[in-house]
């Protein structure tokens, strides 16, 4: 029995494909045995690349997009969770840098972009985190000094659900939407149910 991706990356994936992109979900990935600084009990299990969405007709950082989803009930709260990783803390039982390795760790980073020009032929991409809540400013997360220096001109972005299912939201037609989720809203809409009205 074929594995359903999570929640968070079916509506990544309805919010992606609305926008023309071609999906592709959990792609892995680890630093290479060759790399000088590879560990083997540390860097031999994979990592994975939640969604990978690539648009035909766009051209730069915006034809490819790389998305890690964080479906924390909590929220994502982008000040506390790079406090924990600059004063080594855990989050959720593990120390809080594993959780954006590619972020954080240059061999992890060298694997993810080297990964994500495997699959796409680029290494020119916005790098995704979707998230079911923000709590704090998005800012304090894309323009993290460590995560800009590791990723160069690739930007980050973050995105919450709520803007991804508005978005779906508002351009729904009744054609059959190409996904679960997709065909879900649009039974909301009919049935007359508006998620963004109490």
Known sequence: MATKEDILEQ????????QGYFVRHNIKFRPSKEHQNFVSNQDSNHSDIDVI????LKSG???????????WQGGFKPTQLISAIENKKKVAGREAWKGH??????????????KVQEET???EFTYVNAVTK???DRADWEQYA???????????RVITFEEMVGEIWSSLSTTLAATEIGRLLQLFRSAGLDPFKP
């Open 134 to 136: 923000l709590v704090g």
């Open 146 to 156: 460590l995560f800009r220096e590791r990723l160069g001109s690739n930007p980050i």
């Open 11 to 18: 509506v990544v994936e309805e919010y992606l494909i609305h």
């Open 101 to 114: 390795r590619e972020l954080i760790e240059p061999k992890w980073t060298a694997a993810f972009v080297q």
């Open 53 to 56: 969405g690539l648009h035909p």
């Open 121 to 123: 032929g680029s290494s």
């Open 61 to 71: 950082v915006e034809r490819i997009v790389v998305v890690g989803c964080k479906s």
